[in-house]
C-alpha cells in the first residue's frame, strides 16, 4: 500500500490527499457528449422473498488450489489412486467420494476427487442447508514445480459458476448495492458496468439470479463468446470502438453515463470500487493461504482493475510479510513501468489477451502491495497454452496462461524450494472466437508460438 500511495503521489503530486489517488483517474473525463441507448428493464418482481442467496451464487469463491496433494505424495503408474486414498483417509471418513479413472495419457499428474465444498454459504446471507452440497473438484499437477524446483500453485478461477475470476467482484458488488439499499433487494434494479468480459459475465449471472437488468458496455473488440453468454444470460450489451481512456467514447465513461441516464440503476464502478479488492482480500487470499497450508512465499498475476492483485497481496502479507508479489505485464501495458518508476508508461505493442494489462493507475491497483513487475510477451502466454493443453490437461484463456509464465519467472527469482502461487483467470473455451479460432493467431504473427510443441519440462520458451 504504501509503495503505491508513494508511487502516485510521484504521478500526481505531494498535495494530492487519498482520496484524490482514489478517484483520480475516474475523474479525468469531460461530461458525456453522445446519445446513449435507453437500456432495457424488467418488470419488477415484488413479491419474491430474496433474501436467501440461491444456488451457485452462494457458491462463489472456495475455487481449488491446483498444485501439490494435501496428503502423501504417490508417484508411478499406480501413485493416482495411492494419493487419492491418502487424501481422502486424512478426512472424516464418508465426507466425500473419490472418482478416480487412472492416470490420463499425457498429463503429467491430473488427478481429481469430488467433495463437499465446506464453505459454500460465505455470502452474507448464508444458503439454506440443504444447497449447501456443491461439489468442486479438486486436481494435482506438479510437472512445473518438477520443471522449475519450486512449488508451484495455480488457483482454478475459471471453476466459478460463471467461469471466471471476475465472478468474486461481480457478485460482492451486486449484493453490497442490495445490503446499502441502492438496488432493491426483491430484485428489478438496473446495474450498469464497464468491462473487458468477463466481469460482464459474472455480472449477468448474478443479476440473472437476483432478478435484476443487467447492462454491460465492453469494446467492440472483446471475444464474441463472452458477449454472446452475456447475452444469454439475459443481459444487454453495448460495444464501443476500443479509444483511449481519455476518450469520451471509452466503454468506462459510456457506461457510467447509462447509470446516470437511467433511473434507479447502479454503476458498478469495478475499475475505481474497492468492493472489488476486497472480494480478492476475504475470498481468493484467505483461501489461497488456507488451502496452500499457509506456505506461500511468492505471489504473481497479470492486472486489468487491480483488483485481483490488491486483495491478494493484502491478504498474503497480512499472514506473512515476507511474501513476494509481482505482477506480469502484457505488451502495450503501462503498469509494469509504474512498479519500476513509479509513472504509468506503457510499454511497446499490443496484446491478443483480453481483461489485462492498462493505461493508468486504478483505485485498486493503486492499493496493492507489489514488490516487483515482470513484462511478459504473446509468443509466450500462447507457448503457455500449449504447454498446459499437453501436459497438463488445461484449457485455459491467455491472461491464465500468462499469469503461469509470470509464476515460472518468480521461481526463479525465488529460487528452489519455495511456494509461488498464481491464478488461472477463465477457460480456454471463453475464446473460440478469438485465439482458439483457426489462423486467429497466424494472421496475428502468433503461428510459430502456438505451433511449437515443448516437452514437459522445457520452460526455456519463458524468457
Ligand atoms: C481474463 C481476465 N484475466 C484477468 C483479469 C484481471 O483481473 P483484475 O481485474 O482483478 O486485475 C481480468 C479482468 O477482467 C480478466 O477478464
Redesign the pocket.
Known amino acids: 500500500m504504501a509503495f503505491a500511495t508513494r508511487a502516485l503521489r510521484r504521478v500526481l503530486g505531494p498535495a494530492a490527499g487519498a482520496a484524490t489517488l482514489v478517484v483520480a483517474a475516474a475523474t479525468a473525463v469531460s461530461p458525456p457528449a453522445l446519445a446513449e441507448p435507453a437500456p432495457a428493464k424488467e418488470p419488477a418482481e415484488t413479491s419474491r422473498d430474496r433474501a436467501p442467496v440461491h444456488g451457485l451464487i452462494g457458491a462463489i469463491g472456495n475455487t481449488p488450489l491446483i498444485g501439490e496433494p494435501a496428503g502423501p505424495r504417490a508417484s508411478g503408474p499406480s501413485g493416482t489412486a495411492a494419493g487419492c486414498a491418502a487424501a481422502l483417509a486424512a478426512r472424516r471418513p464418508g465426507a466425500e467420494r473419490a472418482s478416480h479413472a487412472g492416470p490420463l495419457p499425457g498429463f503429467s499428474s491430473l488427478r481429481a476427487t469430488r467433495r463437499p465444498c465446506p464453505c459454500v454459504a460465505r455470502w452474507p446471507r448464508p444458503a439454506p442447508p440443504h444447497r449447501r452440497t456443491a461439489t468442486a473438484p479438486r486436481a494435482e499437477l506438479h510437472s512445473l514445480s518438477a520443471a522449475t524446483g519450486c512449488r508451484i500453485l495455480a488457483k482454478a478461477e475459471h471453476l466459478n459458476p460463471g467461469g471466471?475470476?471476475?465472478d468474486r467482484?461481480a457478485a460482492r458488488i451486486i449484493l453490497r448495492a442490495e445490503q446499502e439499499g441502492r438496488l432493491p433487494a426483491g430484485g428489478g434494479g438496473t446495474i450498469v458496468e464497464g468491462?473487458?468480459?468477463?466481469?460482464g459475465v459474472g455480472m449477468a449471472l448474478v443479476a440473472a439470479a437476483r432478478g435484476h437488468a443487467a447492462v454491460l458496455v465492453m469494446p467492440e473488440t472483446i471475444s464474441t463468446d463472452k458477449m454472446d453468454l452475456m447475452r444469454s444470460l439475459g443481459a444487454r450489451v453495448v460495444t464501443r470502438p476500443p479509444v483511449p481512456f481519455s476518450d469520451p467514447r471509452h466503454y468506462v465513461h459510456t457506461a457510467r453515463r447509462i447509470a446516470e441516464a437511467t433511473p434507479g440503476a447502479v454503476f458498478g464502478d469495478?475499475?475505481e470500487s474497492l468492493e472489488?479488492?476486497r472480494s480478492?482480500l476475504e475470498g481468493t487470499g484467505p483461501e489461497i493461504w488456507r488451502q496452500a497450508g499457509g506456505r506461500v512465499d511468492g505471489f504473481v498475476?497479470?492486472?486489468?482493475?487491480?483488483?485481483?492483485?490488491?486483495?491478494v497481496s493484502h491478504a498474503l502479507k497480512e499472514r506473512s510479510p515476507a511474501v513476494r508479489v509481482y505482477v506480469i505485464d502484457p505488451p502495450g501495458s503501462s503498469l509494469a513501468a509504474f512498479v519500476d518508476d513509479g509513472v504509468p508508461f506503457p510499454s511497446d505493442g499490443g496484446t491478443i489477451?483480453?481483461?489485462?494489462g492498462?493505461g493508468r493507475v486504478t483505485a485498486?491497483?493503486a492499493s496493492a502491495r507489489v514488490d516487483g513487475a515482470f513484462r511478459g510477451s504473446d509468443e509466450e502466454a500462447v507457448a503457455m497454452m500449449g504447454y498446459l493443453l499437453r501436459h497438463e490437461g488445461l484449457f485455459v484463456?491467455?491472461?491464465?496462461a500468462l499469469?503461469v509464465v509470470g509464476a515460472v519467472k518468480l521461481a526463479r527469482v525465488l529460487g528452489r524450494g519455495k511456494t509461488v502461487v498464481t491464478?488461472l483467470?477463465?477457460g480456454g473455451e471463453?475464446y473460440r472466437a478469438s485465439v482458439n479460432k483457426p489462423g486467429y493467431l497466424q494472421e496475428r504473427g502468433l503461428g510459430a508460438a502456438a505451433a511449437v510443441r515443448h516437452a514437459e519440462g522445457d520452460l526455456r520458451f519463458v524468457r
Open positions: 471466471s475470476i471476475k467482484p468491462t473487458g468480459g468477463n466481469t469495478q475499475f472489488n479488492m480478492h498475476c497479470a492486472a486489468g482493475t487491480g483488483g485481483t492483485i490488491a486483495g489477451t483480453e481483461g489485462i492498462i485498486n491497483f484463456g491467455p491472461s491464465a499469469n491464478i483467470c477463465d471463453r
